[in-house]
């Protein structure tokens, strides 16, 4: 296909150059979103008079013809071509003949290329915030399932103090709920057309740039036709929500990584999501979730990469912006296939308990309700620390757990001490006090999980209104 610039250059252009310049390999990615797109313009330029309408028709049915070849899979995009957009009206001219050449009216590559991209970001939007959605079911689940586990909570991966189990998977959860928040907070930034900004100055055409936005149903455009072809913000936004679900998805799968070993043994990975060794038998590694810890780094790659090439960029459009778009794919990729491992490796975890209990009763998880216990008592709670920090001491030297000391024992640190006190530092009691709002007693977690599961369905509900917008008529 003859090129869209040729007209000004006597040379073709060198051909390891031209593949060096060529973005089809990846931005082929857009098809479906600049054939949207192009049937949107096109509509417009025939009910403006641009073009007669009968045109505007033939073009719109010819990209509905691509569209569906593409579909099944039967377009082939030529490097010759350059990008998505130049392939899509080559074939388009193969439909309906040189009237195709009448759709780049009142139209840039670079108005083009944003109103795909956009329409790109807000489809996935919605899929990325489905998959969130299904995660957090998993997780939901998972802790309704396991309401009366108990686990060492940690603070510097030393046992700090007894928490149930549901009460950490809801912390999960509660990641995954701002995570669908920040997509949906992105929408707005996000639904803006940028399609009539042209190369960079408008048109002199009388394009009517809110009927495409109606027709894509976005919900507003662009006012400064400079920023609309240079804005890449809401990609960045984009890419800073990715990174930050697989920074959440990366701490849980560490989570799952520790808990998985022989050292802990508090869940077992289903076979399905876990490998083998190739030498040692014996072996059961979580290697999805080392994945996703892994996958994570490449997402803040694509963040950091995007942030390089806007920093320095002048007003409009500029080449580098081409590299704005793979690292985009690729975070979008490696997010929902995250989420999706994440969600199924929570829903198939074997928890146990009696492990998770055993670990929660020794480490002295119980010494803060000891010291709560005095200070209670009327002993001011830095005396308290104090008193209890001697006890541990004292049970450190002679190898045994708070509960094992006699009342005696407890005595000759404080004769504050009473028989309650075994009472006040069990583990079902020391769960089960701390009742404020967010705390780990089970009415406390049984609040969150109303809390979550409420926010869950709007953000199912704030899905399926969206998802009707981002499918192409």
Excluded at 24 to 45: C, E, K, R, V
Excluded at 201 to 222: K, M, N, Q, W
Excluded at 433 to 453: D, F, K, N, P, Y
């Amino acid at each position: 296909m003859k090129k869209l610039w040729g007209g000004r250059f006597s040379d073709s252009a060198d051909a390891f150059a031209e593949a060096f310049g060529a973005s089809i390999s990846f931005d082929q990615t857009f098809a479906p979103y600049d054939i949207q797109g192009s049937i949107a313009h096109a509509t417009m330029l025939g009910e403006t008079g641009i073009i007669s309408l009968e045109e505007s028709k033939q073009i719109v049915e010819g990209l509905k013809k691509v569209r569906s070849r593409w579909e099944r899979g039967e377009l082939e995009f030529r490097l010759s071509d350059e990008d998505i957009h130049m392939n899509i009206e080559r074939y388009l001219t193969e439909e309906i003949g040189p009237v195709a050449g009448k759709l780049h009216t009142a139209r840039s590559r670079n108005d083009q290329v944003a109103t795909d991209f956009h329409l790109y970001i807000r489809a996935h939007i919605v899929s990325l915030a489905t998959a969130i959605e299904e995660a957090q079911q998993a997780l939901i689940q998972k802790a309704k399932d396991n309401m009366d586990a108990i686990l060492p909570g940690y603070t510097h991966l030393q046992r700090a103090q007894p928490v149930l189990f549901s009460h950490h998977l809801l912390a999960y959860a509660a990641m995954l709920d701002r995570d669908g928040g920040r997509l949906m907070d992105l929408w707005k930034r996000v639904n803006i057309l940028p399609l009539g900004a042209g190369a960079l100055a408008g048109t002199t055409f009388p394009i009517d740039r809110e009927r495409v936005a109606s027709l894509l149903r976005f919900d507003g455009v662009y006012e400064n036709s400079m920023d609309a072809v240079s804005d890449r913000d809401f990609a960045l936004e984009y890419l800073n929500c990715c990174a930050t679900i697989m920074m959440h998805l990366s701490r849980l799968c560490e989570e799952i990584i520790i808990w998985s070993t022989g050292e802990f043994s508090f869940v077992e990975l289903h076979d399905s999501l876990s490998t083998g060794s190739s030498i040692m038998p014996q072996k059961k590694n979580a290697d999805f979730a080392e994945l996703i810890r892994g996958k994570t780094g490449r997402v803040y790659g694509a963040l950091t990469t995007l942030y390089t090439v806007m920093k320095g960029l002048p007003l409009t459009y500029n080449k580098d912006m081409q590299e704005d778009k793979e690292g985009v794919f690729d975070a979008t990729e490696t997010v929902y296939g995250s989420l999706k491992i994440a969600a199924a490796m929570v829903k198939t975890l074997t928890v146990n308990k009696d492990a998770m209990r055993a670990h929660a009763e020794r480490g002295f998880t119980n010494a803060t309700d000891a010291a709560d216990y005095l200070a209670k008592k009327g002993l001011p709670f830095r005396e308290a620390h104090e008193v209890v920090g001697k006890l541990v001491k004292h049970c450190v030297v002679n190898r045994c757990d708070l509960g094992a000391l006699s009342l005696e024992a407890f005595r000759s640190f404080s004769p504050l001490f009473e028989q309650d006190i075994y009472e006040a530092i069990s583990l079902e009691t020391v769960v089960n006090r701390r009742t404020t709002r967010g705390g780990t007693g089970t009415s406390a977690v049984e609040a969150q999980l109303a809390i979550v599961e409420l926010r869950q369905r709007e953000l199912g509900e704030w899905i399926t209104r969206h998802r009707s917008i981002v499918v192409a008529e």
